[in-house]
C-alpha cells in the first residue's frame, strides 16, 4: 500500500462523520447500545466478522496466512458531563458527553480497520479490533476491559501484542506523543469513616468532633508522601471528598471521607496502603473516636514495553516526520484499564495530539468544552494501522 498517512487523509470525510455520529450519542459505561450498534454497522460493511461481547464489540482481520496476532484496543463509553461546547453536533443525550474523547479512539480504530481491510493481502497473520466498554466506570464491581478480556476479547487467537492511543489535550493536532517505561499509576481509592460522638456546636467538650478527627486524619495522610515514600519515587494521596452534618449548631456523629491514592510500582502501593491505615486508627484513637478503612485497589500501573513502543515510535516517525513524534519521559498519575490487556500482551501505548489554539481547541479532557481537531482523525488511524503492518511482517 502507498503511504498510510496519505491513504488515511483520503479517508478524511469518512472519519469525520464516523466521529460526529459518535459524538452526537454518548453513552455511559455498560450502556452503549447505540455506540455498539454503529460499531457493527461499520465492521459488517468492510465484511469483517465479530462478536459482541457485553456492550462491547470484537473484530478480526485475518489476512489466511500464518503469523503473529496483534489487537488495537479503543475505549467506547462517554462521562456524566453536561456539554457546552456549542457544537452543530452537540451530545443530544443530556447530561452526557464525550468529554475524554472515546469517540475519537473509536473513529481512529475503524479508520484503521478500513486500512488494514484494503491491505489484507500484505498481512502475515491477524489483527483483532477490541471495542471496550466501560472504561471510566469507578464501581469497583464492574470494569468493561475485565469483562470483555473473560468474555474471550483475548483469546482465539491469543494476541501477540496489544497497542492503543487516547487522546492528548491539549497537545497539539498532528504529533503523537510516546513514552517509554511507565505510562500510568495505580489508581487506588479509598473510604474513610469516622465515627466520634455527636453534640451541640456550643459544647464541643460533651462530645468527641469527628470533624475535628477527620481534619487531622487528613493533615497527617501528608505525610506519607513526603516522609514514607523515597524523594525517588512518584506517589499521590489525595481526599476529595468530606461529608458530614446537616445544620449549623450540631456537632455530627460521623464523617465520610474518600479519596485517591497513586503510586508507579507495588512497593510503594504497599507502603501507602499499611501507612494509610495505621495514620487512620491511631489518629482517630487519640481523640478517642473510632475509624473504618476501606481501600480498593483499582486500575493497576502499566509500563509500555519497549519494543512495541519503540515500534510506534518508528512508525510515528516513518508517517508524520520526527518532529511531529514527541518523546516524554514522566509517566501520567492517572489511571487506564488498558492495563488489563498490557498483562496478557506486551502493550504500545501512545498519546494523540487533537488541540489548536488557533481554532480555540484548547480545553482539557473532561472539561464540558473539550472538543478536538478532527485533522487528528487521520494521523491516529494511520499510525495504529502502520503499527499492525510493522508487527505483523516484522
Given at each position: 500500500m502507498a503511504d498510510m498517512y496519505t491513504e488515511a487523509k483520503k479517508l478524511s470525510p469518512y472519519?469525520?462523520?464516523?466521529?460526529?455520529?459518535?459524538?452526537?450519542?454518548?453513552?455511559?459505561?455498560?450502556?452503549?447500545?447505540?455506540?455498539?450498534?454503529?460499531?457493527?454497522?461499520?465492521?459488517?460493511?468492510?465484511?469483517?466478522?465479530?462478536k459482541v461481547m457485553a456492550t462491547g464489540v470484537v473484530g478480526i482481520i485475518k489476512s489466511g496466512?500464518?503469523?503473529?496476532?496483534?489487537?488495537?484496543?479503543?475505549?467506547?463509553?462517554?462521562?456524566?458531563?453536561t456539554e457546552e461546547t456549542?457544537?452543530?453536533?452537540?451530545?443530544?443525550?443530556?447530561?452526557?458527553?464525550?468529554?475524554?474523547?472515546?469517540?475519537?479512539?473509536?473513529?481512529?480504530?475503524?479508520?484503521?480497520?478500513?486500512?488494514?481491510?484494503?491491505?489484507?493481502?500484505?498481512?502475515?497473520?491477524?489483527?483483532k479490533l477490541i471495542f471496550q466498554p466501560a472504561e471510566?466506570?469507578?464501581?469497583?464491581?464492574?470494569?468493561?476491559?475485565?469483562?470483555?478480556i473473560k468474555a474471550g476479547a483475548m483469546k482465539n487467537p491469543k494476541p501477540d501484542a496489544v497497542i492503543a492511543l487516547h487522546v492528548a489535550a491539549p497537545g497539539e493536532a498532528g504529533k503523537i506523543t510516546v513514552t517509554h517505561g511507565p505510562v500510568?499509576?495505580?489508581?487506588?481509592?479509598?473510604?474513610?469513616?469516622v465515627s466520634g460522638k455527636?453534640?451541640?456546636?456550643?459544647?464541643?467538650?460533651?462530645?468527641?468532633d469527628p470533624i475535628v478527627v477527620s481534619a487531622a486524619i487528613i493533615l497527617n495522610l501528608q505525610s506519607i508522601v513526603s516522609r514514607n515514600v523515597s524523594p525517588l519515587e512518584s506517589a499521590v494521596v489525595t481526599v476529595t471528598m468530606i461529608n458530614a452534618g446537616e445544620t449549623s449548631n450540631v456537632i455530627p456523629p460521623f464523617v465520610k471521607l474518600e479519596g485517591t491514592a497513586r503510586s508507579l510500582n507495588g512497593k510503594v502501593q504497599k507502603i501507602i496502603k499499611t501507612r494509610m491505615r495505621q495514620i487512620i486508627t491511631r489518629t482517630a484513637s487519640s481523640f478517642g473516636a473510632k475509624a473504618g478503612f476501606i481501600y480498593h485497589q483499582g486500575y493497576p500501573g502499566f509500563s509500555n514495553n519497549e519494543n512495541m513502543i519503540s515500534l510506534m515510535e518508528k512508525v510515528g516517525v516513518r508517517l508524520l516526520g520526527k518532529k511531529n513524534v514527541v518523546v516524554v519521559k514522566n509517566p501520567s498519575m492517572g489511571g487506564e484499564n488498558f492495563s488489563y490487556f498490557a498483562k496478557l500482551a506486551p502493550g504500545g501505548f501512545i498519546r494523540l495530539g487533537v488541540g489548536n489554539k488557533k481554532k480555540g481547541i484548547v480545553y482539557a479532557l473532561h472539561h464540558p468544552k473539550f472538543t478536538i481537531d478532527e485533522s487528528s482523525l487521520p494521523v491516529g488511524a494511520a499510525v495504529l494501522a502502520e503499527s499492525c503492518l510493522e508487527f505483523l511482517n516484522s
Open positions: 472519519l469525520v462523520k464516523i466521529r460526529r455520529e459518535l459524538h452526537q450519542t454518548p453513552e455511559l459505561g455498560f450502556h452503549e447500545f447505540k455506540t455498539s450498534k454503529i460499531i457493527q454497522r461499520e465492521l459488517k460493511a468492510l465484511g469483517i466478522p465479530y496466512k500464518p503469523g503473529k496476532t496483534i489487537a488495537i484496543r479503543a475505549d467506547i463509553d462517554a462521562l456524566p458531563v456549542g457544537l452543530p453536533f452537540a451530545s443530544k443525550n443530556k447530561g452526557i458527553m464525550h468529554a475524554c474523547g472515546h469517540d475519537t479512539h473509536i473513529t481512529c480504530l475503524l479508520g484503521a480497520a478500513k486500512l488494514l481491510a484494503k491491505t489484507k493481502e500484505s498481512l502475515n497473520g491477524n489483527v471510566e466506570m469507578s464501581d469497583p464491581k464492574r470494569d468493561g476491559a475485565k469483562e470483555i500510568f499509576a495505580n489508581a487506588d481509592t479509598f473510604i474513610i469513616n455527636g453534640g451541640h456546636g456550643a459544647s464541643p467538650h460533651s462530645s468527641i
